[in-house]
């Protein structure tokens, strides 16, 4: 495949910068690369716009130098806050990926961030917070702190503390209950205790009303005695 030499009049991503002289597939120069303005085929003429070219991509590195320095401290003060699904032991369903982070930024602080700049050693699979490394210019990198939360919520403290408080009331409960069920006993043991002095009084006056009424009983015996001794006399 023929290849043709070309001034670059744009930044190309994996090709080259303005002002740049690269060798390129003639096809791919003549049928995309000239119709685009992105490149200029490499002439004595055209040698004349290369230090226009240099001119205006230091300005364009520039430009982009100082965004990259303002991003990156503006994102070192936010926590982008992603909500995934996990279970109660806090293994999550899925893992966090660079394009996951760009599109919280873009929808949570509407920030627009390559995920080519969001630098992951390994996909984010447990809940927590961490410090992503940004790679936002060759001469410009920054941290942004992210906090992977489940989207089922937690038990509250409050929660677990009425769930202990309710066994507790239930002994109270049945504390208050035991010690009203006592109280009643009690009540009915001296109410019985009352109850049976008066029998146990009318036995022991039993033998006393026999002792009371045998000497009666003598006397009306004794009469019929005396009275023969009268007639006797």
């Known amino acids: 495949m023929p290849k043709t030499e070309v001034i670059l009049t744009h930044n190309i991503v994996g090709l080259g910068a303005e002002s740049d002289q690269v ?6 120069a003549r049928n995309f690369l000239f119709p685009q303005r992105l490149a200029i085929p490499l002439t004595q003429a055209n040698r004349r716009h290369l230090e226009a070219l240099r001119q205006r991509r230091a300005e ?26 996990a279970g109660e032991d806090g293994k999550m369903f899925g893992s966090v990926t660079a394009g996951m982070i760009a599109d ?21 699979r447990t809940l927590g917070e961490y410090e992503v490394e940004l790679h936002l210019h060759a001469e410009v ?4 702190k992210v906090r992977v939360e489940s989207t089922t919520p937690a038990a509250t403290p409050a929660s677990e503390a009425t769930v202990a408080a309710a066994p507790a009331e239930a002994k109270t409960e049945e ?4 010690r009203t069920e006592k109280r009643s006993f009690a009540k009915r043991d001296v109410k019985g205790e009352k109850a049976s002095k008066p ?7 039993a033998p006393e009303a026999k002792k009371s009424r045998a000497p009666k ?3 009306t015996a004794k009469t019929p005695k005396s009275e023969k001794k009268e007639k006797a006399e």
């Open 23 to 28: 060798k390129v597939a003639a096809g791919y």
């Open 60 to 85: 364009r590195e520039a430009h982009e130098f100082n965004t990259m320095t303002e991003l990156s401290k503006a994102l070192s003060k936010l926590i982008c806050v992603i909500k995934v699904k």
């Open 199 to 205: 029998e146990k009084a009318e036995k022991a006056e």
């Open 104 to 124: 919280e930024l873009k929808h949570q602080f509407d920030i627009s961030l390559d995920k080519k700049k969001i630098h992951l050693e390994h996909p984010v």
């Open 217 to 219: 009983a003598e006397k």
């Open 141 to 144: 990198k920054g941290t942004l």
């Open 175 to 178: 504390g208050k209950k035991a």
